[in-house]
């Protein structure tokens, strides 16, 4: 049969057949009406019914029964307040109450919660890349809780609660990982005892944290502050009590107080004023890059700070003091392979861009890094602004492409890990749950604090749009975390249910064959 295109049938005439068809469906002879009205085969009729059918008729919806939609958004709304609200049980069964919510009491919030958190999976990844790892503890009451995370996506990889912080405990715990196929490069951490002996028992490579290792100094910077204004005080006051003398031995004896409050209060203010200059200067020879952008070397490095060590033995008679620099020559040996891979590092980047570039780019590179760890905001915008102005004067270079330059080369110099600041961030952030829940707390729901944090996408900063799951693995988060681990439960609900239901029919199964097997003790049992 041969089909040709009617043009005399426009959209207009289209839409009013097919509506026709589909308000008269089921009417006896009312498709060969109108195959003869508007003369068209059956199947051109056919064919703009089943189009409009799709259109106008309703799509079906899953139904989701009342109990089950009001058990979900109870679950949600339990988690969504512990975890992201960081509320209290006790809190939690107030807010319940104040909005007239069901299973408001403690107990069953308790019991819910404990659930939840015992039907999320446990994430064990395998990563084919090297790894920095930054370790550190914090405490719930006396019970230590061991943290190890990636020092580059921030995801963590462990957080138990530990008998001890041993160095027996540190190595099975880095052992675990390595066992489980994770390839770590080193392990950035404090100078704890037990953490470093662990991460050398366990074949790794210790780095020392740069904040940890220079804050031994910190004491005598505020020490010093002190007594300078302390004495400065004093010469206010013996000033005021020399004028207020009348006589002329009066006069004589408070000049001379006056005198040396005058000659103690400069003693003072010379010996901070000279510390806190060492002070400042310790903290800038750990700059990775000199001011015109060139990368600098560990035995430029290593010169500098023991200058800066030598001149507070010598100039400052305090025991303490110089015992504090023993303590810290001896840790700063940890330090130097920074120096070293940073070396490595800026050489190869030097064979695939300019030297101008580079070094503009890795002066922006650490004007950002100081501006995200600036307190104060006015020196936060001053790094920042400084930061832009060296990444501009790398664009005006003839070289394309800069931003994915620039890119690599921030990625580059971010591998070379020398902070444990991030794990610091997260180490607050589980102290926050623990103060929420008076440091009473199970691994089982220290595991749902750690997969919050893991896939919790961030707001702000710059990571902000990624989780650490996201940054680690490079997958996108399949929901909220909140969703997620709600839906763990509910599918680990549902699985017991069908193992339920298939261990109900095993079982009767066997019933029904023993019965027929031993059809005689059946009766004398029912006898």
Same mark, same amino acid.
């Given at each position: 049969?041969?089909? $040709?295109?009617?043009?005399?049938?426009?959209?207009?005439?289209?839409?009013?057949?097919?509506?026709?068809?589909?308000?008269?469906?089921?009417?006896?002879?009312?498709?060969?009406?109108?195959?003869?009205?508007?003369?068209?085969?059956?199947?051109?009729?056919?064919?703009?019914?089943?189009?409009?059918?799709?259109?106008?008729?309703?799509?079906?919806?899953?139904?989701?029964?009342?109990?089950?939609?009001?058990?979900?958004?109870?679950?949600?709304?339990?988690?969504?307040?512990?975890?992201?609200?960081?509320?209290?049980?006790?809190?939690?069964?107030?807010?319940?109450?104040?909005?007239?919510?069901?299973?408001?009491?403690?107990?069953?919030?308790?019991?819910?919660?404990?659930?939840?958190?015992?039907?999320?999976?446990?994430?064990?990844?395998?990563?084919?890349?090297? $790894?920095?790892?930054?370790?550190?503890?914090?405490?719930?009451?006396?019970?230590?809780?061991?943290?190890?995370?990636?020092?580059?996506?921030?995801?963590?990889?462990?957080?138990?609660?530990?008998?001890?912080?041993?160095?027996?405990?540190?190595?099975?715990?880095?052992?675990?990982?390595?066992?489980?196929?994770?390839?770590?490069?080193?392990?950035?951490?404090?100078?704890?005892?037990?953490?470093?002996?662990?991460?050398?028992?366990?074949?790794?490579?210790?780095?020392?944290?740069?904040?940890? %290792?220079?804050?031994?100094?910190?004491?005598?910077?505020?020490?010093?502050?002190?007594?300078?204004?302390?004495?400065?005080?004093?010469? $206010?006051?013996?000033?005021?009590?020399?004028?207020?003398?009348?006589?002329?031995?009066?006069?004589?004896?408070?000049?001379?107080?006056?005198?040396?409050?005058?000659?103690?209060?400069?003693?003072?203010?010379?010996?901070?004023?000279?510390?806190?200059?060492?002070?400042?200067?310790?903290?800038?020879?750990?700059?990775?890059?000199?001011?015109?952008?060139?990368?600098?070397?560990?035995?430029?490095?290593?010169?500098?700070?023991?200058?800066? %060590?030598?001149?507070?033995?010598?100039?400052?008679?305090?025991?303490?003091?110089?015992?504090?620099?023993?303590?810290?020559?001896?840790?700063?040996?940890?330090?130097?392979?920074?120096?070293?891979?940073?070396?490595?590092?800026?050489?190869?980047?030097?064979?695939?861009?300019?030297?101008?570039?580079?070094?503009?780019?890795?002066?922006?590179?650490?004007?950002?890094?100081?501006?995200?760890?600036?307190?104060?905001?006015?020196?936060?915008?001053?790094?920042?602004?400084?930061?832009?102005?060296?990444?501009?004067?790398?664009?005006?270079?003839?070289?394309?492409?800069?931003?994915?330059?620039?890119?690599?080369?921030?990625?580059?110099?971010?591998?070379?890990?020398?902070?444990?600041?991030?794990?610091?961030?997260?180490?607050?952030?589980?102290?926050?749950?623990?103060?929420?829940?008076?440091?009473?707390?199970?691994?089982?729901?220290?595991?749902?604090?750690?997969?919050?944090?893991?896939?919790?996408?961030?707001?702000?900063?710059?990571?902000?749009?990624?989780?650490?799951?996201?940054?680690?693995?490079?997958?996108?988060?399949?929901?909220?975390?909140?969703?997620?681990?709600?839906?763990?439960?509910?599918?680990?609900?549902?699985?017991?249910?069908?193992?339920?239901?298939?261990?109900?029919?095993?079982?009767?199964?066997?019933?029904?064959?023993?019965?027929?097997?031993?059809?005689?003790?059946?009766?004398?049992?029912?006898?």
């Amino acid at each position: 049969m041969k089909f $040709i295109r009617r043009r005399d049938l426009t959209s207009k005439i289209r839409a009013s057949i097919a509506l026709e068809a589909l308000l008269h469906r089921g009417v006896w002879g009312n498709i060969s009406r109108l195959v003869q009205r508007y003369q068209v085969s059956r199947q051109f009729i056919y064919l703009l019914l089943w189009a409009a059918s799709g259109l106008f008729e309703p799509k079906v919806a899953q139904v989701v029964s009342e109990p089950q939609r009001i058990e979900l958004c109870w679950d949600r709304f339990l988690t969504a307040l512990k975890l992201q609200g960081d509320c209290s049980i006790g809190d939690i069964s107030q807010i319940l109450k104040m909005l007239q919510m069901p299973k408001n009491a403690v107990g069953a919030i308790s019991q819910r919660l404990r659930e939840l958190a015992c039907a999320l999976p446990k994430e064990r990844l395998s990563l084919d890349c090297l $790894i920095v790892l930054l370790i550190d503890e914090t405490f719930s009451g006396r019970k230590p809780i061991l943290v190890i995370i990636d020092a580059k996506s921030h995801y963590i990889f462990r957080a138990i609660l530990a008998p001890d912080r041993k160095a027996d405990t540190w190595e099975a715990l880095l052992k675990e990982l390595k066992d489980g196929g994770m390839i770590i490069d080193y392990v950035v951490g404090d100078q704890g005892f037990g953490l470093r002996k662990g991460v050398e028992a366990a074949g790794f490579a210790h780095h020392p944290d740069l904040m940890h %290792l220079v804050r031994i100094f910190g004491p005598w910077l505020w020490r010093y502050e002190r007594i300078a204004i302390e004495a400065i005080k004093k010469e $206010i006051e013996r000033e005021k009590v020399f004028e207020s003398a009348k006589s002329e031995a009066n006069l004589t004896n408070r000049l001379q107080q006056y005198e040396e409050a005058v000659e103690e209060a400069e003693q003072a203010m010379r010996r901070y004023d000279n510390y806190a200059y060492l002070w400042g200067e310790l903290i800038r020879a750990f700059d990775p890059f000199n001011a015109d952008g060139s990368a600098r070397t560990r035995s430029s490095v290593e010169g500098e700070i023991g200058a800066i %060590l030598e001149l507070m033995e010598s100039e400052f008679n305090d025991s303490k003091l110089h015992a504090a620099v023993r303590s810290f020559r001896k840790a700063v040996e940890e330090y130097w392979p920074y120096f070293e891979r940073l070396e490595a590092i800026v050489e190869q980047l030097s064979n695939q861009m300019p030297q101008d570039v580079l070094r503009e780019l890795s002066l922006a590179w650490q004007a950002e890094k100081k501006s995200r760890a600036a307190k104060v905001y006015s020196q936060k915008k001053a790094l920042e602004r400084v930061a832009a102005e060296r990444r501009f004067l790398a664009a005006c270079t003839n070289m394309q492409d800069t931003d994915s330059v620039a890119k690599n080369v921030f990625q580059r110099l971010d591998s070379n890990v020398r902070s444990s600041s991030p794990i610091e961030a997260i180490n607050s952030q589980i102290r926050d749950y623990l103060n929420s829940s008076r440091g009473q707390i199970t691994q089982e729901t220290l595991d749902m604090i750690v997969y919050f944090l893991n896939h919790k996408v961030a707001s702000r900063g710059a990571y902000k749009g990624t989780s650490a799951w996201e940054r680690l693995t490079g997958e996108h988060e399949k929901g909220t975390v909140v969703d997620q681990i709600v839906q763990y439960s509910a599918l680990r609900k549902t699985s017991a249910s069908l193992s339920d239901e298939s261990g109900l029919s095993a079982n009767c199964g066997q019933t029904c064959s023993l019965n027929m097997l031993c059809p005689d003790s059946r009766r004398k049992k029912a006898a």
